[in-house]
């Protein structure tokens, strides 16, 4: 094996190189085994988001890391939104923006509190000095093998709060800051269209955010702002661990046709596409990145 394979193999871990494992949730990085690749050794700007201000919502780690990150390194300063309990997580994050010659300000609490989502743009249009990209990355989910049955009434409050009321409210107050050029990045998931009857409260949140991105796109194109999805499969972040049985987690990912997970820093790319100018005739659209499984 070369060095560049072993050094592949170690990024990309095969379902069963990952041992069966439970958190209590929201979930931490650092309590994973094998812990995420979010691209702290791998990823390279080009200045494609230069003096761009993001505010990333899930930004601690996951998804949401990979992306501060990635926007770092392209040249944007960033506002990290996560859970209070989140917040050692969240500072790692920071650090890598930090470490990359960029701003990096943290802003811990809850996303499904409106007056929190109008907090979280108005510190980055105060500290950043204004906002170009947004993306609502924040999810939650809690597999129930029962599906319908065991969904409770909370569960599915705070599944959609988080997944759907949340990017409305952070939307809603951030377009007035949003000029041309501007964009906005939800995330969705194969989920959308592909349901998993023991996420079926989650899968139907992420329905609702691909048709909420296409509607918000033709409302903000006559002013220049660009509104796009991605959708991704199943990823290794902490929020699998944190919301789904052990012998679940050991064969996570074994389903799709390149047979495992993705690392985060393998969807972090997308984003950055999507928050760019290489993307200025694209708005409206779902880039689905999901292993080779069907988003249709």
């Known amino acids: 094996m070369t060095e560049h394979d072993r050094r592949s193999a170690e990024r990309h ?53 990979a992306v501060a990150i990635a926007f770092a390194r392209e040249g944007a300063d960033v506002v990290l939104s996560y859970l ?13 923006v930090r470490e990359a010659g960029r701003r990096a300000v943290l802003v811990p609490g809850d996303i499904t509190e409106e007056k ?66 501007s964009a906005i990045v939800n995330t969705s998931s194969i989920q959308a269209s592909r349901p998993s009857p023991e996420l079926l409260d989650y899968a139907t949140t992420k329905a609702g955010i691909v048709n909420f991105t296409k509607g918000l796109a033709q409302y903000l ?21 944190a919301t789904m049985p052990a012998e679940k987690v050991d064969s996570f990912g074994a389903d799709t046709p390149l047979g495992r997970a993705a690392q985060p820093a393998e969807l972090a790319p ?12 694209v708005t409206g659209e779902v880039l689905a990145v999901t292993g080779g499984l069907s988003f249709s």
């Open 221 to 241: 194109a006559v002013r220049g702002v660009r509104v796009n999805s991605v959708a991704p499969g199943p990823v290794w972040t902490p929020l699998i661990p």
């Open 84 to 96: 209070e309990q989140e917040q050692e997580d969240a500072e790692r994050t920071a650090e890598w």
């Open 13 to 65: 871990p095969r379902p069963e190189e990952v041992p069966g494992q439970e958190q209590a949730h929201p979930g931490t990085a650092s309590e994973m085994a094998p812990e995420p690749d979010h691209g702290e050794y791998s990823y390279r700007g080009r200045g494609r988001l230069s003096d761009r201000r993001a505010l990333i919502t899930g930004g601690d780690s996951g998804i949401g890391r």
């Open 270 to 281: 997308a984003y950055v596409y999507l928050a760019s100018a290489e993307s200025s005739y």
């Open 116 to 181: 929190h989502c109008a907090h979280l743009v108005e510190r980055c249009a105060s500290e950043l000095g204004g906002l170009d990209v947004l993306v609502n990355n924040a999810a939650y989910q809690m597999s129930q093998s029962d599906s319908l049955l065991g969904i409770s009434t909370e569960q599915f409050d705070r599944v959609v709060k988080t997944n759907l009321y949340a990017m409305f409210w952070l939307c809603k107050a951030a377009v007035p800051h949003l000029g041309k050029g």
